[in-house]
């Protein structure tokens, strides 16, 4: 079992619309989850973190965490053409401060 | 946030030679730094964690003879690539932990390598 799993995608949404990135991961020690955007060859850039369970919301970005059932979720609302990028959930925490990644979805958003 | 700026951004080297990519943590002070690796449209692959003042961490499977890391500084750390070969050529990441909203994880702008 992989320790962080995501759809590899890609999730494809019309512009405006509301785009819904899931993530699992496997360790119940983990305790910080992030969500970075990276577009093709660029390095991973941070759009949001969560620790807390229940909902985390900043601009049009609404990360969501349930601890119980191990899960984290990121919502993109109003979604743009320049939100077309890989999404990537990653977790620490249970691993010794080491980040670990998701291998990522693919969102593209279409005008 | 956090700026983390890495060194060169692109370096293409001959089959053999080495090379250093630098790492620094520009406005906050990082006892901890990873560097990856990323191959194109795969995840990102940490390699190993490197802590100021003592020997890096490596990860099953990367050679820690040829991945030569050094944390120095509280800014500053170096990953060498020695003995470089084609297949060594990738995209290398460094990010740096701050202490803001407990332990958030900043990346560098990415370093490309061509081993030529």
């Known amino acids: 079992q992989k320790e962080v799993e995501q759809n590899s995608g890609p999730l494809s949404v019309p512009e405006g619309a509301i785009a819904s990135l899931n993530c699992t991961y496997s360790?119940?020690?983990?305790?910080?989850f992030f969500w970075y955007r990276q577009y093709s060859g660029k390095s991973p850039e941070l759009i949001m973190f969560?620790?807390?369970?229940g909902d985390k919301e900043d601009g049009r970005f609404t990360a969501q965490l349930n601890k119980a059932s191990q899960y984290v979720s990121l919502l993109i609302r109003d979604s743009q053409p320049s939100d077309s990028a890989t999404y990537l959930c990653a977790v620490t925490g249970g691993y010794g401060n080491k980040l670990v990644f998701g291998a990522g979805t693919i969102l593209r958003v279409k005008s | 946030g956090a700026v983390v700026s890495q060194h060169p951004s692109r370096v293409i080297c001959k089959s053999g030679t080495s090379v250093k990519i630098e790492c620094r943590s520009l406005d906050f002070q990082a006892t901890t730094m990873f560097w990856y690796r990323q191959f194109p449209k795969k995840s990102l692959m940490l390699m190993a964690t490197s802590n100021e003042g003592s020997k890096a961490t490596y990860e099953q499977g990367v050679e820690k003879d040829k991945f030569l890391i050094n944390h120095a500084s509280l800014t500053l750390s170096t990953l060498t690539v020695t003995s470089a070969h084609p297949e060594d050529s990738s995209f290398y990441i460094c990010s740096a932990i701050t202490g803001e909203g407990g332990n958030t994880i900043y990346f560098g702008e990415g370093s490309w390598l061509t081993v030529v």
């Open positions: 360790d119940r020690g983990s305790q910080s």
């Open positions: 969560i620790y807390s369970n």
